[in-house]
């Protein structure tokens, strides 16, 4: 069974805002020279874990567990929006609607 439309909806919302945050992700990463190498791939992996994070939480709060379909549904919407992820901490682009990948 895929993802549901409102699940769906609710992961393109996370996603949305967490690029729109980008650059205090960016701050917090800084923090954390020289430790880590790449400040942007830092920031990438704190924006789709919270995402990630918050997808679970969706479920949990639905008394279910993703399945394995789920999982891979939602790796291809992340998939489908890391460049936009990527110019956000680039500071390239600000998301505009136009921008956003389609994922219904």
Same mark, same amino acid.
């Given at each position: 069974? $895929?993802? +549901?439309?409102? %699940?769906?909806?609710?992961? %393109?919302?996370?996603?949305? =805002? =967490?690029?729109? #945050?980008? #650059?205090?992700?960016?701050?917090?990463?800084? %923090?954390? !020279? $020289?430790?880590?190498?790449?400040?942007?791939?830092?920031?990438?992996?704190?924006?789709?874990?919270?995402? =990630?994070?918050?997808? !679970?939480?969706? =479920? /949990? %709060? /639905? /008394?279910?567990? $993703? +399945? !394995?379909e789920d999982m891979n549904e939602f790796n291809q919407i992340i998939k489908k929006n890391a460049i936009l992820i990527k110019k956000s901490i !680039?500071?390239?682009?600000?998301?505009?609607?136009?921008?956003?990948?389609?994922?219904?």
């Amino acid at each position: 069974m $895929p993802i +549901s439309k409102e %699940n769906k909806e609710f992961v %393109n919302s996370l996603i949305e =805002y =967490y690029i729109s #945050e980008s #650059e205090s992700y960016k701050q917090i990463a800084e %923090n954390f !020279l $020289p430790e880590v190498e790449s400040i942007s791939d830092t920031v990438f992996g704190i924006i789709t874990g919270c995402v =990630y994070s918050g997808f !679970l939480q969706t =479920y /949990q %709060n /639905q /008394q279910q567990t $993703p +399945s !394995l379909e789920d999982m891979n549904e939602f790796n291809q919407i992340i998939k489908k929006n890391a460049i936009l992820i990527k110019k956000s901490i !680039l500071g390239e682009t600000k998301i505009r609607s136009t921008d956003k990948e389609k994922t219904d």
